[in-house]
Every structure is written in structure tokens, then in C-alpha cells.
């Protein structure tokens, strides 16, 4: 199960590692503004659990599991974003809730509500 920071820390790297092209820790480090140490540390984690790979001073690239990992948590958070953007504006703290809410749901739910979500956002 990934904690509150890693879903958080995942959601936002996405946009580097869903296109495919990578991203070096460096950059992680800079865009969400963590420690190099602490960015290189997140991705030995998630290499460890097989979402993501990466060669030493690699790109880290999201594994076939981890991009589907991903997309489903992605569309949660959307679907929770929006949800809360209805109901209370755009809140950026409300991200940060939604993060703690993907992290304490089991991974079951998180594909349950994929799967009756999916196609409102294909």
C-alpha cells in the first residue's frame, strides 16, 4: 500500500513519467521541490514495489504495472478533485486531503471506482 506522500509525490510526477519520457532526480527534486536525496529515496521505493525503473543517474521511467497503477489513482484523484472543487471551490488543500483519502482506501476500492469511473474520463 503507497502512503499519503508517495500517492501525492506519484500524482505529481506523472506528467514526466505517463508521457513516457522520464525524468531524472534531479528535476523530480526541483518540480516538487523535495531533496534530491529525499526524490532519490521515493523512487527506490516505488522501483522497489515495481512501479517504477531506473539505471543508476537514469531516467526513472513508470514499469507496465506502475503506469496502471497510476492511471487508476490519477483518475481517482480527478474524480475526488472535482468533486470537492464542486463543493467547496478550488481549494489547493484540498489536494492533500484527497491524497490522504486515496492513501487509506484499500487498492481494491481504488480499482472499483476506476472501473465505474473510467469511461466518463476516456
Request: aromatic share 12%.
Given at each position: 500500500?503507497?502512503?499519503a506522500d508517495e500517492i501525492m509525490q506519484l500524482i505529481q510526477?506523472?506528467?514526466?513519467?505517463l508521457a513516457g519520457v522520464g525524468v531524472k532526480n534531479v528535476e523530480l527534486a526541483n518540480a516538487l521541490e523535495y531533496s534530491k536525496p529525499s526524490v532519490h529515496n521515493m523512487l527506490k521505493s516505488l522501483a522497489e514495489m515495481g512501479i517504477v525503473s531506473q539505471?543508476?543517474?537514469?531516467l526513472a521511467h513508470?514499469?507496465?504495472d506502475g503506469r496502471e497503477i497510476a492511471k487508476k489513482y490519477r483518475l481517482c484523484f480527478e474524480?475526488?478533485?472535482n468533486k470537492m472543487n464542486e463543493l467547496i471551490g478550488d481549494d489547493s488543500a484540498?489536494?492533500?486531503a484527497i491524497c490522504g483519502i486515496l492513501a487509506d482506501m484499500p487498492y481494491e476500492k481504488i480499482?472499483?471506482?476506476y472501473k465505474a469511473n473510467k469511461k466518463h474520463f476516456e
Open positions: 500500500m503507497l502512503s510526477s506523472l506528467i514526466w513519467l539505471k543508476s543517474f537514469g513508470f514499469t507496465d474524480l475526488l478533485q484540498a489536494e492533500i480499482e472499483e471506482l
